[in-house]
């Protein structure tokens, strides 16, 4: 299934990913810096979506931080 996330308070405005058997996919970010954000979509194709959010759950930049709540 495919899924688009509206973003907050981060430089990021939009994720769009693929969920299949709860492994994500072709992760791909809206706006923010373009060179990290592929970087970050390429490391967790295919990984547990819970897995990512284990490992990215807040995570800092600036005053702003990784809050997967809603998710």
């Given at each position: 299934m495919h899924y688009r996330y509206k973003t907050q308070n981060v430089c990021s405005?939009?994720?769009?990913?693929?969920l299949e058997d709860n492994k994500l996919h072709n992760v791909v970010f809206t706006g923010g810096c373009n060179g990290n954000l592929k970087a970050?979509?390429?490391l967790v194709e295919?990984?547990?979506?819970?897995?990512?959010?284990?490992?990215?759950?807040?995570n800092t930049?600036?005053?702003?931080?990784?809050n997967f709540a809603g998710i």
């Open positions: 405005s939009e994720i769009n990913f693929d970050i979509g390429k295919g990984m547990d979506a819970d897995q990512v959010i284990a490992l990215l759950q807040g930049c600036g005053r702003n931080y990784t």
